[in-house]
């Protein structure tokens, strides 16, 4: 909990953070201009915009400020401090990540509901389905994250940075491994390229943007299984990281 | 001797504002020296080859693209609504925005109003409101739009009646429609006054917030004033032919017979006359069907070249080829359409 407390105050400090909420605020407040040109469509464009600004902004503080996390401490020689009391390395780890997803859930909330009042202030309340879109994307931001904190334990925070990038645009395409054209059928590469989907994570499941934006309800079933299955992939994520620090030879 | 005096904080702040202020001035005059050099884009750069491929990888920002491309399709309208009128890539752009948001209602509503009404493609129209009405099925503004299409497009082929009356029927279903597509429903049941339910389409449109569709609504009502003042002259023609035993041979003499001093002028500028066989003509109306014909001829030629790798060696096997009845004949009397079979070009 200190370790969670200090990282969440450390990471506030961060001017990064605030440069990516201006951006998200400029990008929300913004698509109502967009909105003047669009034959009416300015409530889906403004829903669209909010959802996707929570989805990347929140990604990109993800990647910028957990890809730097772990080696930070390492870096400044604080580590040895830190581990000199009695704390286990993973406990330093998960405690690392439980404050960046606190900082996380703070600036989503924060987003959530500025969006949520703008959309008010337009003539157009939220639904369930923009709440469940938000609780999908902090799945997949708990998921980013935790590849993230995983990443910073093992290389450097640039090539952490750009592996954490690489994995959040190619995690929205794993659709590809699956609907594969019909010359696939039956050889080798099909086989490989299905079980890429399965540790391949898939964020597509987390994104829902198109049925909140077009007030298309979802089940909750669905909700709950892509729930379950960032929880699973998150902590599979967490362990390996915890199991890296372990074993480093710091 | 003395060191010099350094800038007090806030005027030296005001200092690199300055700088900074002057820099970005000089880049406008820069960027507009840059647009002079580079050469205009003869066409849209928007063709995408495989949209389902795109929407894989958006990093799930495929709903935004589409926002943004329709935003884009709204302007290549309206653009071309007031210059070329051909709409080259207007079905390609409202189909790709539909890939990369399945469920956008607004695209397939507002897309089947442009292709029907202003690209004069309601082949293209229904397509996209049948992929809409799968996608988004508890929607009753597209099979609502799928009617109007049959009712106003369509008038005259023998099935829009039926069809029109299936897609009410449809609207109604969906169990949300307001009250006038109920009234709608009944009415066209009824078969009464066909063109007074158009111009009440149009003239709720009129009341729409954008302006794009405000002007759409507002040429049609135009158009529909010139309609029915050459329906008026059409039935002056009759009267004087029963009378005469021929038809007038000017308009002067159709006027003169009905004791009328001249026609309501045409609102969009054009002019009245008779043509063959004292057929009540309009300059407005020939126009914008010469528009349409030629649109769609050119849009024919380039599928066939691109389905068969040359151009038709004539209109004539174009028609034969692509499906076509035969080829339209050119709206104003007298002329004929030009075709190049080495360039593909038709004037």
Redesign the interface.
């Known amino acids: 909990m200190i370790v969670a407390g200090n990282t969440l105050r450390e990471s506030v400090r961060d001017k990064v953070l605030y440069v990516l909420l201006l951006f998200a605020a400029t990008s929300i407040l913004g698509s109502k201009a ?1 909105g003047w ?5 300015d409530i ?2 403004v829903r ?2 909010c ?2 600004s929570m ?2 902004f929140g990604a990109l503080i993800s990647i910028f400020i957990g890809a730097s996390l772990l080696y930070k401490e390492m870096d400044k020689k604080t580590l040895y401090t830190i581990l000199s009391q009695p704390l286990r390395r993973h406990e330093f780890v998960l405690g690392k990540y439980a404050g960046l997803m606190a900082l996380i859930a703070v600036t989503l909330a924060a987003m959530a509901v500025s969006s949520g009042a703008y959309l008010l202030v337009l003539g157009s309340a939220p639904d369930v389905s923009f709440l469940q879109a938000v609780l999908l994307t902090f799945m997949k931001l708990a998921l980013v994250t935790a590849l993230a904190v995983l990443l910073s334990a093992a290389t450097s925070p640039i090539l952490g940075a750009l592996i954490v990038f690489s994995a ?2 190619f995690g ?2 794993t ?2 491994l699956r609907d594969l054209p019909p010359h696939f059928d039956g050889t080798f590469a099909k086989g490989l390229l299905e079980a890429a989907y399965y540790v391949i994570p898939n ?2 499941n ?2 829902i ?3 909140a ?2 007030g ?1 309800a979802v089940a909750w079933a669905y909700v709950g299984w892509a729930v379950l299955y960032g929880a699973l992939y998150t902590a599979a994520l967490l362990a390996v990281a915890c199991l890296a620090f372990e074993r480093k030879d710091l | 001797m003395t060191a010099p005096a350094r800038a007090r904080p806030g005027r030296a702040a005001l200092l690199w504002l300055l700088a900074a202020a002057l820099c970005y001035a000089a880049t406008i005059p820069a960027q507009r020296a840059a647009d002079r050099l580079r050469p205009p884009l003869r066409d849209e750069v928007l063709y995408l080859p495989n949209e389902k491929l795109l929407t894989h990888f958006t990093a799930g920002l495929a709903p935004v693209i589409a926002d943004l491309l329709w935003l884009r399709c709204v302007q290549y309208t309206a653009l071309e609504n007031r210059g070329a009128r051909s709409f080259t890539w207007l079905e390609q752009m409202i189909f790709t925005t539909t890939r990369l948001d399945p469920r956008f209602k607004g695209v397939y509503r507002y897309g089947a109003i442009f292709l029907s009404a202003l690209r004069a493609d309601s082949e293209a129209a229904m397509r996209l409101l049948r992929t809409g009405m799968v996608e988004v099925p508890d929607a009753w503004e597209l099979p609502y739009e799928a009617a109007i299409i049959q009712l106003v497009n369509r008038r005259g082929a023998p099935d829009a009646e039926r069809l029109t009356a299936f897609y009410c029927g449809m609207a109604v279903a969906t169990g949300r429609p307001p009250a006038f597509v109920a009234e709608l429903a009944s009415r066209f049941q009824a078969k009464q006054d066909l063109s007074g339910i158009e111009e009440g389409m149009w003239r709720r449109m009129l009341e729409s917030d954008d302006k794009v569709m405000r002007e759409l609504a507002a040429r049609k009502l135009q158009e529909m004033a010139i309609l029915r003042n050459l329906h008026t002259m059409e039935k002056w023609v009759e009267e004087y032919r029963a009378r005469h035993g021929a038809p007038p041979d000017t308009l002067e003499a159709l006027l003169a017979f009905k004791g009328a001093k001249a026609l309501p002028p045409d609102p969009l500028g054009g002019r009245y006359f008779l043509g063959p066989e004292a057929k009540p003509m309009n300059s407005t109306m020939l126009d914008t069907e010469t528009a349409r014909e030629l649109g769609m001829l050119r849009r024919r030629v380039e599928e066939f070249r691109n389905t068969r790798g040359a151009f038709p060696g004539s209109l004539e096997e174009l028609a034969r080829e692509t499906g076509m009845k035969r080829v339209p004949e050119h709206p104003w009397p007298g002329r004929s359409w030009k075709y190049n079979p080495a360039t593909g070009t038709v004037e």
């Open positions: 967009l040109i669009s034959v009416g469509q889906k464009i669209d915009f959802l996707a989805s990347v959040y645009v929205h395409a659709g590809v964020l597509s987390f994104s943007q198109s049925e934006a077009n298309v």
